[in-house]
């Protein structure tokens, strides 16, 4: 069966760090991956995807970026953290073709102060 | 361009009765599908319902249904003999339909769902 990971689970971290979230998928091959960001009674804003390997498609234009070293590993960065950056970021993955839903990872909640 | 719109900030719902979450979204595509999520205070997202917007037939599973209007677009979640398991937050989303193998989602901004004892 297939099985998302994120780490880490909870991270405070202050104005003008560096951020770096992992996410890595089990399971399947040549997923369609995704980075969501749910501010605090919101919904969920996509951030970046991806349909492969180095290949990302930026939702919104802001102080993160996101990588794809490896087929089942999405990174989430920023060089220079913002206080708006705080929230709860999810990851998730759907089927290349043919996929219906998406799913979920457990995410992280990042604090800025 | 694609917009989904949950209305109900917040709903309360008695135990064992019935609540319909609404939904409504804009598009201009005729090829599409519709989910509900429901994310708990695990803030774990889980897939509650699908509709594929070809099925003329509203989807159901188990206590939850959908009540799809295509022409209005309304995708409207109706919870039956409702359980205090089901307070969660609720979320309408939308797929959008690629033949490149590209799929992104359009969420809306979640209803809060209470089950009263």
């Known amino acids: 069966s297939q099985t998302i990971h994120q780490w880490p689970a909870t991270l405070v971290q202050p104005v003008g760090s560096p951020l770096s979230l992992e996410c890595t998928v089990e399971?399947?091959?040549?997923?369609?991956l995704y980075w969501y960001r749910q501010a605090a009674g919101r919904g969920l804003q996509l951030l970046f995807y991806?349909?492969?390997?180095?290949?990302i498609s930026s939702e919104v234009p802001q102080n993160l970026s996101a990588s794809r070293p490896q087929d089942r590993q999405f990174i989430l960065s920023s060089k220079k953290l913002l206080l708006s950056d705080s929230g709860f970021y999810l990851c998730?993955?759907?089927?290349?073709?043919?996929?219906?839903?998406?799913?979920f990872g457990p995410g992280t909640r990042l604090t800025v102060t | 361009a694609q917009t989904v719109t949950q209305s109900q900030p917040e709903m309360s719902v008695q135990e064992a009765e019935t609540v319909t979450l609404s939904c409504t979204y804009d598009?201009?595509?005729?090829?599409?599908?519709l989910f509900w999520y429901k994310q708990p205070p695990s803030r774990q997202m889980i897939l509650v319902i699908r509709?594929?917007?070809?099925?003329?037939q509203n989807a159901t599973e188990n206590r939850f249904s959908v009540n799809f209007q295509k022409a209005a677009k309304s995708f409207s979640l109706k919870i039956s003999d409702s359980q205090l398991g089901d307070a969660a937050m609720y979320f309408c989303?939308?797929?959008?339909?690629?033949?490149?193998?590209?799929?992104?989602?359009?969420f809306g901004t979640g209803t809060r769902l209470k089950v009263l004892a």
């Open positions: 989303a939308y797929r959008l339909t690629s033949t490149s193998g590209t799929y992104k989602y359009i």
């Open positions: 998730a993955w759907s089927v290349r073709r043919d996929s219906y839903e998406q799913y």
């Open positions: 598009t201009s595509e005729s090829d599409y599908y």
């Open positions: 509709q594929e917007a070809y099925k003329q």
């Open positions: 399971g399947t091959s040549n997923p369609n």
């Open positions: 991806s349909v492969g390997i180095g290949q």
